[in-house]
């Protein structure tokens, strides 16, 4: 596994006579396919990547997606048979040195196609999974806010808000990052190209959109992400990678929601108007267009709330979800890396060391979801005291 193609090793051979620089010793390339991956080097103050491409026969310098890990003093990569590389980060701690480089995923393979360049995407190792986030979507006055405002109060330590970007002003209430990213246009457009957004959208004239940080940080703090967004971001994200649960709400009628709308008095007569337009397609889609998997009347607010927390499995005696854990591991500098199957072995000391007791962490990569532009979930690690009989015939790799 991971052995150049002959052809690849008389490429990589000439790409480094013809003075390709080095930067780093670590700076090994990793073969998948026909192509070679260098990762090494600091760029911009994260690992640096160049890809070989053979049909030119020369580096290339690939559209980096995704969070990028900070450089490190060292990494040990392992080809994984799904298109990614494994980068396991020397001299960090576990929870912050497991990352992925996705070369040929299909998101991957989607943004080359998009963009019209080589691309490779960073996505962050992390322990445990996230349960399911909960989009909910419907007409602008319906009373989303106000049904999340309510889940949130009740369970705090159970939900976070996916905090939107927007180009919209921000109302008198307000507060920039905790309503709403409040954004210049230009800003936000350049982000959209560089693959920050989960999902983005023209909303009644404004541009509004999920950063993918947007939603991982809330995962990332134990808690279950919320989304209030339009019926077209909600169709992007059930195109997305990424599993929710989809909920539409709808009002008793036209007639009430224009009350809501006008009563809250956020919004110009114009504005009013347009997002009552809106909200007739809205409707139509949001009934009729197969994203959602529930429809919730908001006629009377606590009936509907009651409603909103029997389909999240809340009507019962709950606990919240516990935090997950930190691995509390670091990975040592003179780190060496074995693979089973779908576990990675980590063993302190050079290879030619006999292994200490507890000197194995093992990483199981069998329960991974989800990825790049977002974190890998379903990180498995545990340590053990000597290689059993199962472990035994492993293929030391670095
Ligand atoms: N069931 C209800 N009965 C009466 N008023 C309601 C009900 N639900 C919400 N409201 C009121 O309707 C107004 C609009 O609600 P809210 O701001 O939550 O809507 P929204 O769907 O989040 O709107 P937007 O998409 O524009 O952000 C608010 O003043 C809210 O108090
Ligand atoms: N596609 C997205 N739609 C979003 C997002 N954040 C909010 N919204 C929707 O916009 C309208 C208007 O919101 P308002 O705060 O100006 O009243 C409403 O329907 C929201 O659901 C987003 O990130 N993406």
Redesign the pocket.
């Known amino acids: 596994m991971g052995e150049a193609p002959a052809f690849i090793e008389d490429d990589l051979q000439k790409g480094f006579s013809n003075g390709f620089d080095l930067k780093s010793k670590d700076a090994t390339p990793t073969v998948i396919g026909n192509k070679a991956y260098l990762i090494g080097g600091a760029d911009d103050e994260s690992i640096r990547v160049q890809v070989w491409d053979h049909s030119r026969g020369g580096w290339v310098n690939p559209t980096v997606l995704g969070t990028k890990p900070k450089p490190c003093k060292g990494h040990s990569a392992v080809p994984l048979n799904e298109g990614q590389i494994l980068v396991i980060q020397k001299g960090t701690s576990l929870d912050d040195g497991v990352w992925f480089l996705e070369v040929d995923t299909q998101y991957v393979r989607e943004q080359r196609k998009i963009l019209g360049t080589e691309v490779v995407a960073w996505s962050k190792g992390v322990k445990g999974n996230a349960e399911k986030p909960v989009v909910i979507s419907?007409?602008?006055?319906?009373?989303?806010?106000?049904?999340?405002?309510m889940l949130m109060k009740e369970f705090p330590s159970m939900f976070g808000f996916s905090v939107s970007h927007t180009t919209r002003a921000p109302r008198n209430m307000e507060k920039d990052s905790i309503h709403y990213h409040f954004t210049e246009r230009s800003v936000m457009e350049n982000d959209i190209k560089d693959g920050k957004f989960l999902e983005f959208a023209s909303v009644h004239g404004n541009l509004y959109g999920t950063s993918v940080e947007a939603v991982e940080v809330v995962a990332d703090a134990g808690k279950r992400c919320i989304l209030?967004i339009?019926v077209q971001g909600a169709r992007s994200v059930r195109a997305s990678s990424l599993e929710a649960i989809f909920i539409f709400?709808s009002p008793p009628s036209m007639e009430?929601l224009e009350k809501?709308?006008r009563?809250?008095g956020t919004e110009t007569e114009e504005q009013i108007l347009k997002?009552l337009r809106n909200a007739q397609a809205e409707m139509e889609q949001g009934k009729s267009s197969g994203i959602f998997d529930h429809i919730l009347y908001?006629?009377?607010?606590e009936e509907?709330y009651e409603n909103l927390k029997e389909l999240l499995g809340l009507d019962g005696n709950v606990t919240a979800t516990p935090k997950s854990s930190p691995y509390g591991v670091d990975l040592p500098l003179d780190l060496s890396i074995s693979k089973i199957d779908q576990k990675i072995i980590i063993k302190r000391g050079s290879p030619e060391l006999k292994t200490a007791t507890k000197n194995l962490i093992v990483l199981d990569l069998s329960t991974l979801k989800g990825g790049a532009p977002g974190r890998t979930r379903g990180l498995n690690v545990y340590a053990i005291d000597s290689l059993s009989d199962e472990l035994n015939g492993f293929n030391q790799l670095s």
Do not use: F, H, Q, Y
């Open positions: 419907g007409p602008s006055g319906v009373g989303k806010g106000t049904l999340i405002s209030d339009d709400v009430e809501r709308l009563a809250r997002r908001n006629d009377n607010l509907c």
